[in-house]
């Protein structure tokens, strides 16, 4: 995408309808006409060069919606979960937008910007200060990947909190010219414990991103504005002990997952930086705490 294109395509997000295009998209998603769920899907699938090998269900008849087909599970032995006892996994299919240390409480998002660790998970300071001089990796689904996002480590799952927000775009050029693009759009960050060291995953909302779900949380729609919302893990009965490379949650359409760890506790591979591709399971680090 050229400058000038990049820069109308931001400039433009700030006076669209976000979260009415994003309500509309959601709809269409779930349209169940069997005639028109077919086509969607085949579109989608043809568009966005989407490896329908790999999919769990016959394309497009063993899926009842367009957004079934792209919140779908993968075919047995289409993602193996590296078995070492040491390993640091992706969680997702996809790119990496930013990895690496924790600038004292300062993550890097592209090209001289910068946010905070207290502004990305508006909660108390405890749990920011926790990663202050950490690491972190932000990775970066389009629409093409496959979207269900796994646990990179076994952990148990102790807290999740919904920070409503904008659905701004995730994509490059919205993420190389928006300051603070992270901490202003919606995002459900889940705090995990483990005996090493905790680490937290953040499910970032974006423009078409219809909704999040997780096992603990269920679907979240998009709001705009309101409180923080603490959620009760343990309402819906879903164990909180998770596996590594095991199911945490699922996004419509394409978006951003980020993960912190604490100072001392991993240390990424020499290419997991910037522009590389991933696929879930695969090993990307490793545990040293």
């Given at each position: 995408?050229?400058?000038?294109?990049?820069?109308?395509?931001?400039?433009?997000?700030?006076?669209?309808?976000?979260?009415?295009?994003?309500?509309?998209?959601?709809?269409?998603?779930?349209?169940?006409?069997?005639?028109?769920?077919?086509?969607?899907?085949?579109?989608?699938?043809?568009?966005?060069?989407?490896?329908?090998?790999?999919?769990?269900?016959?394309?497009?008849?063993?899926?009842?919606?367009?957004?079934?087909?792209?919140?779908?599970?993968?075919?047995?032995?289409?993602?193996?979960?590296?078995?070492?006892?040491?390993?640091?996994?992706?969680?997702?299919?996809?790119?990496?937008?930013?990895a690496g240390?924790?600038?004292?409480?300062?993550?890097?998002?592209?090209?001289g910007k910068?946010?905070?660790?207290?502004?990305?998970?508006?909660?108390?300071?405890?749990?920011?200060?926790?990663?202050?001089?950490?690491?972190?990796?932000?990775?970066?689904?389009?629409?093409?990947?496959?979207?269900?996002?796994?646990?990179?480590?076994?952990?148990?799952?102790?807290?999740?909190?919904?920070?409503?927000?904008?659905?701004?775009?995730?994509?490059?050029?919205?993420?190389?010219?928006?300051?603070?693009?992270?901490?202003?759009?919606?995002?459900?960050?889940?705090?995990?414990?483990?005996?090493?060291?905790?680490?937290?995953?953040?499910?970032?909302?974006?423009?078409?991103v219809g909704?999040?779900?997780?096992?603990?949380?269920?679907?979240?729609?998009?709001?705009?504005?309101?409180?923080?919302?603490?959620?009760?893990?343990?309402?819906?009965?879903?164990?909180?002990?998770?596996?590594?490379?095991?199911?945490?949650?699922?996004?419509?359409?394409?978006?951003?997952?980020?993960?912190?760890?604490?100072?001392?506790?991993?240390?990424?591979?020499?290419?997991?930086?910037?522009?590389?591709?991933?696929?879930?399971?695969?090993?990307?680090?490793?545990?040293?705490?």
């Amino acid at each position: 995408m050229s400058k000038f294109l990049s820069w109308s395509f931001a400039f433009l997000q700030f006076v669209m309808p976000k979260h009415l295009l994003t309500a509309l998209v959601y709809r269409i998603a779930r349209i169940r006409l069997r005639p028109v769920k077919d086509f969607l899907i085949r579109r989608f699938s043809a568009f966005y060069a989407i490896d329908v090998e790999e999919a769990a269900s016959p394309v497009p008849d063993g899926y009842a919606t367009l957004n079934d087909f792209f919140t779908h599970s993968l075919a047995d032995g289409a993602r193996l979960v590296d078995s070492s006892a040491e390993s640091i996994v992706s969680p997702v299919d996809g790119t990496v937008s930013a990895a690496g240390s924790i600038d004292s409480d300062m993550l890097f998002q592209a090209k001289g910007k910068r946010y905070s660790l207290a502004d990305l998970l508006m909660t108390d300071i405890d749990d920011a200060n926790r990663f202050i001089d950490g690491m972190f990796a932000t990775l970066y689904l389009a629409p093409h990947n496959y979207h269900r996002v796994h646990s990179p480590a076994a952990a148990r799952l102790v807290a999740a909190r919904y920070v409503p927000g904008a659905l701004y775009s995730v994509n490059d050029a919205t993420v190389s010219l928006m300051p603070g693009l992270f901490t202003r759009n919606e995002r459900l960050i889940c705090h995990f414990a483990r005996d090493s060291a905790p680490f937290t995953l953040i499910l970032v909302g974006a423009l078409n991103v219809g909704s999040i779900s997780t096992p603990w949380t269920g679907e979240i729609r998009p709001r705009r504005k309101g409180v923080v919302r603490e959620i009760d893990v343990l309402k819906n009965g879903h164990p909180t002990e998770v596996a590594k490379g095991d199911l945490v949650g699922t996004f419509n359409m394409g978006s951003t997952v980020i993960v912190l760890f604490p100072p001392g506790s991993v240390e990424f591979d020499a290419c997991f930086t910037a522009g590389a591709r991933i696929r879930m399971g695969e090993a990307v680090g490793r545990n040293v705490a």
